[in-house]
């Protein structure tokens, strides 16, 4: 698995694994991860490149309300 990957991974799991005295603050998943991926872009990272058309990038995101959220970045 790519490290970046594995980073905002582990990045969700932190979010998640927040102890219960902190958890009225904390904010939903859904909002957590794609505030992460946008700060992440900012920063210069960038979706891989597409192995089907070289010198294209692939969607950084992508979202299916209520289902899944993913964003892919290295």
Do not use: F
């Not at 979010?15 to 794609?34: G, T, Y």
């Not at 950084?60 to 959220?69: F, H, L, Q, S, T």
């Amino acid at each position: 698995m790519n490290h970046m990957i594995k980073s905002l991974l582990l990045g969700a799991l932190i979010v998640v694994a927040n102890d219960d005295a902190r958890a009225a603050s904390v904010q939903p998943i859904s909002k957590v991860l794609p505030q992460m991926c946008k700060t992440l872009q900012q920063q210069g990272w960038v979706a891989p490149e597409d192995m089907l058309h070289p010198g294209h990038r692939q969607q950084a995101e992508m979202n299916v309300p209520g289902i899944m959220y993913m964003c892919s970045l290295e």
